[in-house]
Protein backbone atom coordinates (compact mmCIF):
# COMPACT_ATOMS: atom_id res chain seq x y z
CA UNK A 1 0.00 0.00 0.00
CA UNK A 2 2.08 3.24 -0.73
CA UNK A 3 1.25 5.91 0.90
CA UNK A 4 1.70 4.23 4.49
CA UNK A 5 3.16 5.60 8.10
CA UNK A 6 5.09 3.86 10.27
CA UNK A 7 6.94 4.00 13.09
CA UNK A 8 9.04 1.83 15.22
CA UNK A 9 10.85 3.08 18.66
CA UNK A 10 12.53 1.27 21.96
CA UNK A 11 15.24 1.82 24.41
CA UNK A 12 16.08 5.58 25.78
CA UNK A 13 13.16 6.25 22.85
CA UNK A 14 10.26 5.12 24.76
CA UNK A 15 8.70 6.05 28.27
CA UNK A 16 9.29 2.17 29.88
CA UNK A 17 12.29 1.10 27.79
CA UNK A 18 10.12 -1.17 25.69
CA UNK A 19 9.34 -1.28 21.69
CA UNK A 20 6.68 0.70 20.62
CA UNK A 21 4.81 0.09 16.82
CA UNK A 22 2.43 2.19 15.38
CA UNK A 23 1.12 2.05 11.61
CA UNK A 24 -1.37 3.36 9.33
CA UNK A 25 -2.75 2.49 5.58
CA UNK A 26 -3.65 5.19 2.96
CA UNK A 27 -6.17 3.85 -0.06
CA UNK A 28 -8.87 5.58 -1.90
CA UNK A 29 -12.16 5.64 0.21
CA UNK A 30 -14.17 3.32 -2.88
CA UNK A 31 -11.59 0.34 -1.84
CA UNK A 32 -10.94 1.16 1.93
CA UNK A 33 -14.37 -0.61 2.74
CA UNK A 34 -13.29 -4.33 4.05
CA UNK A 35 -11.32 -4.71 7.22
CA UNK A 36 -10.19 -7.72 9.15
CA UNK A 37 -8.28 -9.05 12.10
CA UNK A 38 -7.12 -12.73 11.30
CA UNK A 39 -5.84 -14.91 14.20
CA UNK A 40 -3.96 -17.90 12.82
CA UNK A 41 -2.68 -20.92 15.19
CA UNK A 42 -1.10 -23.18 12.36
CA UNK A 43 -0.14 -26.80 13.04
CA UNK A 44 3.02 -25.56 12.29
CA UNK A 45 4.77 -22.36 12.82
CA UNK A 46 3.49 -19.40 15.47
CA UNK A 47 0.39 -17.56 16.31
CA UNK A 48 -0.40 -14.47 13.65
CA UNK A 49 -2.23 -11.83 14.77
CA UNK A 50 -3.09 -9.39 12.16
CA UNK A 51 -4.41 -6.82 10.36
CA UNK A 52 -5.78 -8.42 6.70
CA UNK A 53 -7.56 -7.66 3.64
CA UNK A 54 -10.13 -10.41 2.96
CA UNK A 55 -9.18 -13.17 1.85
CA UNK A 56 -5.41 -13.02 1.63
CA UNK A 57 -2.81 -15.12 2.81
CA UNK A 58 -0.88 -12.66 3.96
CA UNK A 59 -1.48 -9.10 5.87
CA UNK A 60 -1.66 -6.64 2.78
CA UNK A 61 -2.19 -3.36 5.12
CA UNK A 62 0.88 -5.02 6.83
CA UNK A 63 0.69 -4.99 10.19
CA UNK A 64 1.02 -8.04 12.68
CA UNK A 65 2.36 -9.69 15.85
CA UNK A 66 3.84 -13.38 16.81
CA UNK A 67 3.90 -15.71 19.62
CA UNK A 68 7.68 -15.49 18.98
CA UNK A 69 7.25 -11.88 20.42
CA UNK A 70 7.73 -10.37 16.94
CA UNK A 71 5.60 -7.19 15.92
CA UNK A 72 6.05 -5.45 12.12
CA UNK A 73 4.53 -3.54 9.56
CA UNK A 74 5.99 -1.83 6.14
CA UNK A 75 5.58 0.88 4.29
CA UNK A 76 5.93 0.87 -0.14
CA UNK A 77 9.53 1.99 -1.35
CA UNK A 78 7.77 4.45 -3.67
CA UNK A 79 9.55 5.05 -7.06
CA UNK A 80 10.92 1.61 -6.78
CA UNK A 81 11.04 0.30 -11.09
CA UNK A 82 12.50 -3.25 -10.56
CA UNK A 83 11.12 -7.09 -10.60
CA UNK A 84 11.91 -10.49 -11.16
CA UNK A 85 9.11 -12.09 -12.38
CA UNK A 86 10.75 -15.77 -12.05
CA UNK A 87 11.20 -15.20 -8.34
CA UNK A 88 9.09 -15.56 -5.14
CA UNK A 89 6.28 -12.95 -4.76
CA UNK A 90 6.29 -10.87 -1.26
CA UNK A 91 3.09 -12.73 -0.60
CA UNK A 92 4.70 -15.45 -0.01
CA UNK A 93 7.51 -15.13 1.62
CA UNK A 94 5.39 -12.42 4.09
CA UNK A 95 3.48 -15.08 5.08
CA UNK A 96 6.14 -17.51 5.62
CA UNK A 97 8.80 -15.11 7.45
CA UNK A 98 5.51 -14.47 9.59
CA UNK A 99 4.43 -18.00 10.58
CA UNK A 100 8.21 -19.58 10.46
CA UNK A 101 10.51 -17.50 12.07
CA UNK A 102 11.52 -17.08 15.81
CA UNK A 103 13.99 -14.11 15.46
CA UNK A 104 14.15 -10.78 14.18
CA UNK A 105 17.26 -12.18 11.89
CA UNK A 106 15.09 -15.26 10.68
CA UNK A 107 12.34 -13.16 9.54
CA UNK A 108 14.56 -11.17 7.50
CA UNK A 109 16.69 -13.92 6.05
CA UNK A 110 13.26 -15.79 5.02
CA UNK A 111 11.85 -12.55 3.50
CA UNK A 112 15.43 -11.64 1.44
CA UNK A 113 15.51 -15.56 -0.32
CA UNK A 114 13.81 -15.29 -3.63
CA UNK A 115 13.34 -12.19 -3.65
CA UNK A 116 11.52 -10.59 -7.25
CA UNK A 117 11.36 -7.08 -5.80
CA UNK A 118 7.53 -6.99 -6.53
CA UNK A 119 5.38 -4.81 -3.79
CA UNK A 120 9.40 -3.68 -2.43
CA UNK A 121 8.62 -2.29 1.16
CA UNK A 122 11.15 -1.07 4.08
CA UNK A 123 9.81 -3.54 6.92
CA UNK A 124 9.89 -2.11 10.29
CA UNK A 125 10.22 -4.97 12.84
CA UNK A 126 10.77 -5.58 16.60
CA UNK A 127 10.98 -7.94 19.24
CA UNK A 128 9.26 -6.92 22.41
CA UNK A 129 11.52 -10.17 23.97
CA UNK A 130 14.82 -8.70 23.76
CA UNK A 131 13.77 -5.06 22.76
CA UNK A 132 15.54 -5.17 19.59
CA UNK A 133 14.11 -2.76 16.70
CA UNK A 134 15.17 -3.03 13.16
CA UNK A 135 14.53 -1.98 9.19
CA UNK A 136 14.80 -4.01 6.39
CA UNK A 137 14.80 -2.42 3.06
CA UNK A 138 13.77 -4.84 0.24
CA UNK A 139 15.16 -3.50 -2.97
CA UNK A 140 15.69 -6.31 -5.98
CA UNK A 141 19.17 -5.20 -5.96
CA UNK A 142 20.03 -4.17 -3.36
CA UNK A 143 19.09 -4.77 -0.13
CA UNK A 144 19.49 -2.90 3.34
CA UNK A 145 19.44 -3.89 7.16
CA UNK A 146 20.14 -2.29 10.17
CA UNK A 147 19.27 -3.26 13.69
CA UNK A 148 19.16 -1.24 17.79
CA UNK A 149 18.56 -1.47 20.66
CA UNK A 150 17.90 2.09 21.12
CA UNK A 151 16.63 4.56 18.84
CA UNK A 152 13.58 4.18 16.27
CA UNK A 153 12.72 3.67 12.62
CA UNK A 154 10.35 5.45 10.51
CA UNK A 155 8.44 4.23 7.13
CA UNK A 156 6.64 6.71 4.90
CA UNK A 157 7.76 5.71 1.39
CA UNK A 158 10.91 6.75 0.71
CA UNK A 159 13.60 4.52 0.48
CA UNK A 160 16.31 5.55 3.94
CA UNK A 161 18.86 3.53 2.15
CA UNK A 162 21.01 5.57 -0.47
CA UNK A 163 22.05 2.83 -2.84
CA UNK A 164 17.91 1.72 -3.11
CA UNK A 165 16.99 5.14 -3.22
CA UNK A 166 19.57 6.40 -5.78
CA UNK A 167 19.37 3.31 -7.87
CA UNK A 168 16.04 1.94 -7.54
CA UNK A 169 13.44 4.86 -7.44
CA UNK A 170 12.21 7.62 -8.84
CA UNK A 171 11.82 9.75 -5.96
CA UNK A 172 13.03 12.73 -5.58
CA UNK A 173 13.60 13.01 -1.95
CA UNK A 174 13.90 16.39 -1.33
CA UNK A 175 10.26 17.35 -2.59
CA UNK A 176 8.46 18.21 0.50
CA UNK A 177 5.28 19.02 -1.66
CA UNK A 178 5.31 15.10 -2.39
CA UNK A 179 3.12 13.51 0.61
CA UNK A 180 5.96 10.60 1.39
CA UNK A 181 9.19 13.54 1.67
CA UNK A 182 6.64 15.73 4.05
CA UNK A 183 5.68 12.67 6.09
CA UNK A 184 9.33 11.53 5.91
CA UNK A 185 10.48 15.13 7.40
CA UNK A 186 7.25 14.92 10.24
CA UNK A 187 8.16 11.57 11.30
CA UNK A 188 11.78 13.27 12.17
CA UNK A 189 9.89 16.03 13.77
CA UNK A 190 8.04 14.02 16.07
CA UNK A 191 11.04 11.60 17.52
CA UNK A 192 12.63 14.52 18.10
CA UNK A 193 9.92 16.00 20.60
CA UNK A 194 9.11 12.89 21.99
CA UNK A 195 12.36 11.02 22.40
CA UNK A 196 12.25 9.25 25.72
CA UNK A 197 8.48 9.75 26.22
CA UNK A 198 7.13 7.84 23.89
CA UNK A 199 3.82 5.67 24.72
CA UNK A 200 0.96 3.32 23.29
CA UNK A 201 -1.27 6.65 23.10
CA UNK A 202 1.59 9.17 22.23
CA UNK A 203 1.64 6.59 19.08
CA UNK A 204 -1.98 7.17 18.58
CA UNK A 205 -1.33 10.86 18.19
CA UNK A 206 1.60 9.96 16.06
CA UNK A 207 -1.18 8.32 13.66
CA UNK A 208 -3.53 11.13 14.34
CA UNK A 209 -0.88 13.88 13.07
CA UNK A 210 -2.44 16.67 11.15
CA UNK A 211 0.91 18.64 10.48
CA UNK A 212 1.67 19.55 6.78
CA UNK A 213 5.77 20.07 7.28
CA UNK A 214 5.45 21.84 4.05
CA UNK A 215 2.76 24.36 4.38
CA UNK A 216 3.96 25.04 8.20
CA UNK A 217 0.93 24.16 9.76
CA UNK A 218 -1.79 22.19 10.73
CA UNK A 219 -4.37 20.83 7.51
CA UNK A 220 -5.34 18.02 7.15
CA UNK A 221 -4.60 16.68 3.38
CA UNK A 222 -2.45 14.94 1.50
CA UNK A 223 1.04 15.50 2.99
CA UNK A 224 -0.27 14.80 6.58
CA UNK A 225 0.52 11.45 8.63
CA UNK A 226 -3.46 10.94 8.95
CA UNK A 227 -4.15 11.60 5.66
CA UNK A 228 -6.55 13.24 3.99
CA UNK A 229 -6.81 13.99 -0.08
CA UNK A 230 -10.60 14.52 0.26
CA UNK A 231 -9.90 18.08 2.12
CA UNK A 232 -6.63 18.69 -0.23
CA UNK A 233 -6.73 21.30 -3.14
CA UNK A 234 -3.39 20.12 -4.10
CA UNK A 235 -2.60 16.33 -5.79
CA UNK A 236 0.69 15.85 -2.92
CA UNK A 237 1.26 12.95 -5.60
CA UNK A 238 -1.74 11.12 -4.80
CA UNK A 239 -4.10 11.85 -7.88
CA UNK A 240 -6.38 14.57 -8.52
CA UNK A 241 -6.96 17.51 -6.01
CA UNK A 242 -10.00 16.89 -3.58
CA UNK A 243 -9.57 13.01 -4.32
CA UNK A 244 -11.39 10.67 -2.29
CA UNK A 245 -8.56 8.58 -0.78
CA UNK A 246 -6.18 9.00 2.85
CA UNK A 247 -5.79 7.11 5.87
CA UNK A 248 -8.64 4.53 6.71
CA UNK A 249 -6.79 3.02 9.81
CA UNK A 250 -4.38 2.75 12.42
CA UNK A 251 -2.82 0.55 14.37
CA UNK A 252 -0.54 0.37 17.49
CA UNK A 253 1.20 -1.93 19.84
CA UNK A 254 4.14 -1.89 22.37
CA UNK A 255 5.89 -4.47 24.45
CA UNK A 256 2.78 -5.42 26.89
CA UNK A 257 -0.03 -5.31 24.56
CA UNK A 258 2.15 -8.15 22.56
CA UNK A 259 3.55 -10.22 25.10
CA UNK A 260 -0.45 -10.83 25.30
CA UNK A 261 -0.73 -11.57 21.67
CA UNK A 262 -3.20 -7.91 21.79
CA UNK A 263 -2.83 -4.72 19.63
CA UNK A 264 -5.39 -1.74 19.13
CA UNK A 265 -6.47 -0.86 16.03
CA UNK A 266 -9.39 1.97 14.56
CA UNK A 267 -10.86 1.73 11.91
CA UNK A 268 -11.82 4.84 9.71
CA UNK A 269 -9.85 8.30 9.91
CA UNK A 270 -6.60 7.77 12.03
CA UNK A 271 -7.81 11.06 13.84
CA UNK A 272 -11.84 9.92 14.37
CA UNK A 273 -13.04 11.93 11.78
CA UNK A 274 -15.96 10.68 9.82
CA UNK A 275 -16.31 10.40 6.33
CA UNK A 276 -19.76 11.82 4.23
CA UNK A 277 -20.11 10.43 1.34
CA UNK A 278 -23.38 12.24 -0.01
CA UNK A 279 -21.63 15.32 1.20
CA UNK A 280 -18.46 14.68 -0.73
CA UNK A 281 -20.00 14.15 -4.01
CA UNK A 282 -22.57 17.43 -3.27
CA UNK A 283 -19.20 19.55 -3.27
CA UNK A 284 -17.19 17.76 -5.27
CA UNK A 285 -19.55 16.63 -8.65
CA UNK A 286 -16.50 15.40 -10.57
CA UNK A 287 -16.27 12.49 -8.52
CA UNK A 288 -19.98 11.59 -9.31
CA UNK A 289 -19.36 8.68 -11.00
CA UNK A 290 -18.52 7.10 -7.61
CA UNK A 291 -22.28 7.14 -6.58
CA UNK A 292 -23.36 4.15 -5.65
CA UNK A 293 -19.32 2.96 -4.83
CA UNK A 294 -18.39 5.77 -2.62
CA UNK A 295 -19.57 4.57 1.10
CA UNK A 296 -19.73 7.09 4.24
CA UNK A 297 -17.40 6.11 7.42
CA UNK A 298 -17.88 7.49 10.41
CA UNK A 299 -15.85 8.25 13.89
CA UNK A 300 -14.53 4.57 15.09
CA UNK A 301 -13.58 4.03 18.62
CA UNK A 302 -10.41 2.61 19.57
CA UNK A 303 -10.31 -1.40 20.46
CA UNK A 304 -8.14 -4.18 21.70
CA UNK A 305 -8.13 -6.85 19.84
CA UNK A 306 -6.52 -10.17 21.02
CA UNK A 307 -5.95 -13.46 19.90
CA UNK A 308 -8.14 -16.46 21.51
CA UNK A 309 -10.79 -13.78 21.26
CA UNK A 310 -14.75 -15.20 21.10
CA UNK A 311 -17.17 -13.46 19.26
Known amino acids: MQSCSSFIATGKMTADGGVVLGHNTMLGYPEADANVILDILPERGHRILMQVIPGWIHSGTDFFITDAGLVGSETTIGGFNSFDAKAVPEFVRMRRATQDASSIEEWCEIMKKGNN???????????????????????LKFVAFEKKRDGFFIGSNVAENLKILRFETETAETDIRSSSVARRVRWKELMREYSGKITLETAKTFEADHFDTYLGREFPGGRSLCGHNENDPQSSGKGN???????????????????????????GSACGTPFDAERFLHEHPQFDWMSGILKSRPAEPWAVFSAGEKE
Open 241 to 267: PFNPSGTFDAKVVDTALAKRMSFAARW
Open 117 to 139: GGYANAWLLGNVNTGEIACLELG
